[in-house]
């Protein structure tokens, strides 16, 4: 069942499904993968966090919602949020078509990225993670 | 615990996703909810409702059984004709809401929700105990596919060999649909105008007859919708769900149910005398529609502020409305935030999200939306 999402080489996931993508220096982009918004589905409304917010590695960073449900998300890295996807406030359903690309929820300047990255799983880990839902 | 099927459960098997309500396997959605919902508003959809419960009242006092069970006045029907009335316990509670078809004043079809079918057939029976009256619990033996929408009639009427068009509003007609012997009632959960159909002599475990009229329904252009496209329609038409917006804690007066409860009419009905008492004394809360003025998305269990940021309810049922995009909420308040205006605040997680108390029976524009928007 899991073999059907994807998961993109070169990123880092969390177990809560969410992913970070290294932009260079100490940027990150974040967001939830295929199999979150899979297992939500149809999304309709993102709860971004505020630019300049300092979030903890793990910490909630927003929210994404369903139809019938709620999902809180958690930040893969520790940091201060640089820039929100303001896009995905009149188009959510972007997570949906593009989770890794245009459904990226914030970017995150980190003082311990690497530390953090650590601790994700890459994408090999992944799918293994993934196979054994 | 496993699952309990009903009539149409091997087409959900095969496509829809399922999920358990009430102890029933039922599909959430079959392709999405926004598109399910958009088909019932913009054309037709047809959902399994065989689920929920199905009783014949038979005898000589059906009407007056009838009477003393619900609230609102059995006694006004005339054969084919429906009525829309809650049940209540002597302190006012809501047992459940129910219909009531008169075929004949000593034959009734009562059909009521699934999540009470057990405990609601339970409470007629107790209750029919000095009257002539037999009670048949048939939801097993019956199936039932709701078709809504505003080209419900022109689909229904392609596999129909009856004129469905001349079912009048809250009537009920005997047909045959896909060449099975139905009834259709003109009635339902979500708005708009369709039909509730009953698949006649259709056992669960035999559904060959159900399964039959679904598949002709769906050749005839009727889109599978399932419970998620079901809650955001009612939710949107205002209307209640039994143990979110009603249950046997709240009574009628302050669900926005007044007009069902009939005090004038003949004889003594269950629960009369404590509902008289609450309308003396006035109700402490009322059930109102909350529309949000920002984004966000409130939903059952949020609490609601007035803006001096004082607790005053809790959400009973809330969502995203799809056909407004906006979210959309019932509540109850006290009386005094029931006016349509009124500010209001509801909590979603840290937020603060302003709204304010609208009509809601229905939430949307009556002349772009729902049954009577042909009628303007």
């Not at chain 2, 919902?37 to 000589?60: K, L, N, Q, Y």
Request: hydrophobic fraction near 40%; charge should be negative.
């Amino acid at each position: 069942m899991t073999d059907e999402y994807k998961v993109e080489d070169g990123l880092y996931y969390t177990k809560e499904h969410e992913w970070a993508k290294k932009l260079g220096g100490s940027m990150v982009a974040v967001g939830i993968d295929d199999y979150a918004q899979g297992q939500l589905h149809e999304i309709v409304y993102v709860e971004l966090p505020s630019v300049d917010a300092e979030v903890a590695q793990g910490a909630a960073l927003g929210a994404v919602e369903s139809v019938k449900a709620v999902s809180d998300m958690y930040s893969p890295v520790g940091g201060k949020v640089v820039e929100v996807n303001e896009a995905l406030l009149d188009s959510p359903e972007k997570i949906n078509e593009d989770p890794y690309g245009e459904g990226w929820i914030a970017k995150l300047e980190s003082g311990s990225l690497d530390a953090d990255l650590g601790k994700l799983m890459d994408a090999k880990a992944y799918r293994a993670f993934l196979k054994s839902l | 615990m496993e699952l309990k099927k009903t009539h149409i459960y091997r087409y959900h098997a095969d496509h829809g996703n399922i999920v358990d309500f009430g102890g029933y396997a039922m599909p959430v959605w079959y392709e999405g909810i926004q598109a399910e919902h958009r088909a019932v508003r913009e054309g037709c959809g047809i959902f399994d409702t065989s689920h929920m419960g199905r009783t014949w009242a038979e005898g000589p006092d059906t009407v007056r059984f009838l009477n003393y069970l619900v609230t609102n006045d059995v006694s006004k029907l005339e054969p084919y004709g429906g009525l829309y009335s809650v049940m209540c316990k002597p302190g006012g509670g809501i047992v459940d809401d129910l219909i009531t078809y008169m075929f004949t004043p000593e034959r009734f079809l009562v059909v009521y929700n699934a999540g009470n079918r057990d405990k609601d057939f339970k409470w007629m029976k107790k209750n029919s105990k000095d009257f002539q009256v037999k009670l048949t619990d048939v939801s097993d033996g019956v199936a039932m596919i709701a078709v809504q929408g505003p080209k419900a009639v022109e689909v229904l009427q392609k596999i129909t060999k009856e004129d469905v068009s001349k079912i009048e509003r809250f009537h009920i007609g005997e047909v045959t649909v896909g060449g099975e012997k139905c009834l259709a009632a003109r009635t339902g959960y979500t708005g708009e105008d369709g039909f509730e159909v009953f698949v006649l002599d259709s056992p669960v475990d035999k559904p060959d007859k159900a399964l039959k009229v679904w598949d002709a329904l769906l050749g005839a252009g009727a889109v599978p919708c399932g419970l998620g496209a079901r809650d955001s329609l009612r939710m949107e038409a205002g209307l209640w769900l039994y143990g979110n917006d009603i249950d046997e804690s709240i009574n009628p007066l302050e669900a926005g149910l007044r007009w069902t409860v009939k005090f004038k009419k003949e004889g003594y009905f269950i629960g009369q005398k404590a509902l008289l008492k609450a309308r003396e004394e006035g109700v402490h809360k009322t059930l109102v529609g909350i529309m949000l003025e920002e984004r966000g998305i409130p939903r059952h269990g949020y609490e609601v502020l007035s803006v001096e940021e004082k607790d005053i309810g809790v959400i009973t049922s809330g969502g995203m409305s799809p056909t407004l995009n906006v979210g959309i909420a019932m509540a109850y308040l006290p009386p005094e935030f029931g006016e349509l205006g009124t500010p209001v605040l509801v909590r979603i997680r840290k937020n603060l999200v302003k709204g304010k108390v609208v009509k809601h029976r229905p939430f949307y524009d009556e002349t772009v939306y729902g049954w009577k928007r042909d009628k303007k």
